[in-house]
């Protein structure tokens, strides 16, 4: 079981659309600030070419997932989209918290609400937006790793998501991608810092 009692122990949580540029802001601070450690989800879907389990995620099948679900293993779990489901394990806290990490959670709106419920102000929220649904949906088609229904179901969802950014510490808008790193990098390094 994860204690949530330290305050030493805190966790930045990274919540955006898709496309918005979570993923890209989440590793810049990982190259520069080696306090940090990725917390990697676990996911039933399937890995594109390039992502290796264990490093991007865990990619678990359905029925694995749903035993860890019934163990109780994980912090939060949503159905992202239809018939994929995404995780955060305990485990994964656990193991970063031991390695003196600071934890950085790169997941769902959905997702990130909960994890921010269970740390309270031990976590940092930091929402990530696009300049607008149009920017992100060309920044989704530059992707060309969604077939057309696929990419229809993302915006739908980046609506969605967005009617929730008000509940999360800060919002940074990512719309200068040099001009978010660092705006980033300082948010983050001043939460570690506060006692």
Do not use: C
């Not at 496309?19 to 990982?30: A, P, Q, W």
């Not at 991007?56 to 860890?68: H, I, M, S, T």
């Amino acid at each position: 079981m994860v204690k949530f009692v330290s305050a030493l122990n805190k966790v930045i949580i990274f919540s955006a659309p898709s496309g918005s540029g979570k993923t890209t802001v989440v590793n810049h601070l990982l190259s520069v600030m080696p306090e940090l450690g990725f917390s990697i989800s676990a996911t039933t879907r399937k890995p594109r070419a390039n992502e290796v389990h264990g490093r991007e995620y865990y990619f678990l099948e359905q029925a694995e997932f749903d035993q860890k679900v019934q163990d109780n293993a994980f912090l939060e779990y949503e159905q992202v989209y239809n018939g994929i489901f995404y995780g955060t394990l305990r485990t994964e806290v656990e193991r970063l918290w031991q390695a003196g990490k600071t934890v950085i959670f790169d997941v769902d709106v959905a997702g990130g609400l909960k994890i921010k419920s269970q740390f309270k102000e031990q976590a940092l929220a930091i929402f990530l937006r696009p300049p607008s649904i149009e920017v992100l949906m060309e920044r989704l088609k530059k992707r060309s790793t969604e077939v057309e229904h696929q990419l229809q179901m993302r915006i739908d969802k980046a609506n969605y998501e967005l009617q929730y950014e008000a509940q999360y510490d800060v919002v940074l808008v990512n719309d200068q991608l040099d001009k978010t790193l660092v705006e980033a990098e300082q948010m983050v390094r001043t939460f570690i810092q506060q006692a």
